[in-house]
């Protein structure tokens, strides 16, 4: 079973509205990262929040953790045609021996198209 | 500063050929991994250097995988002998030791005929 789950799927909406997307995970966590993906492109890293944290923000996005209910929450507030893209949750679970931290867990992302 | 970069972008080749996916990591990046997405499944760890050392390869699919990290830089993986389900994108990733914000190269898609 995968570890990080997001949902929804898919979201559509209206430029100018705020999306939020939400994020599931089963194990408990050191750190949880979020990525956009445009289409045929990379990842791009958005933010990094830890298990003692819970809340973030960055420019228009927030990000909100609970670790009781393991799950996480990205907003983007005012969106943009420009925010059209896949959006991953990834979990790292633990730092390993030599001091790096695991590799990340990724749920399969939700599509948010956003609509001129 | 540069990004991580990854050779090459793209990769057709055929079942039982090898090939050599190459990674330059952020400079300064201790940490390097190398991930993969195959079609309509997640993106899923393959494994972790710190600096030359394999720190877990737990995420290696078989012993047709090779990975190297020579002298704690660039890392190459290369799959030997490449069959049709090792077709998907490649990609790696490189974090400091304080910060740990993975930070992902654009990908090397391979295509396995």
């Known amino acids: 079973s995968q570890q990080g789950e997001e949902d929804p799927q898919a979201l559509s909406i209206q430029e100018g509205e705020n999306a939020t997307m939400n994020c599931s995970y089963k194990?408990?966590?050191?750190?949880l990262q979020w990525y956009r993906q445009n289409s045929g492109r990379g990842l791009v890293h958005l933010i990094l929040?830890?298990?003692?944290?819970r809340e973030k923000h960055s420019g228009r996005l927030r990000v909100t953790l609970d670790t009781s209910k393991k799950s996480s929450s990205l907003l983007i507030t005012a969106s943009r045609a420009a925010d059209t893209a896949s959006y991953f949750c990834a979990t790292c679970v633990a730092f390993d021996s030599g001091g790096g931290a695991d590799g990340l867990t990724f749920g399969k992302g939700t599509h948010l198209i956003i609509q001129p | 500063e540069a990004g991580v970069t990854q050779f090459p972008s793209h990769s057709v080749i055929e079942k039982g050929q090898t090939v050599t996916l190459r990674c330059d990591p952020i400079s300064g990046h201790d940490n390097l991994y190398w991930y993969r997405r195959v079609m309509g499944k997640e993106i899923k760890f393959l494994l972790h250097?710190?600096?030359?050392?394999?720190?877990?390869e737990s995420g290696m699919p078989n012993n047709r995988f090779l990975a190297e990290r020579t002298g704690g830089t660039y890392s190459t993986l290369k799959v030997q002998p490449a069959e049709l389900e090792d077709s998907g994108v490649y990609f790696c990733a490189s974090s400091d030791l304080v910060y740990n914000e993975q930070f992902f190269g654009p990908g090397t898609r391979l295509t396995v005929l």
């Open positions: 250097f710190v600096k030359e050392s394999k720190q877990d």
């Open positions: 929040i830890r298990s003692n944290e």
């Open positions: 194990t408990s966590i050191n750190n």
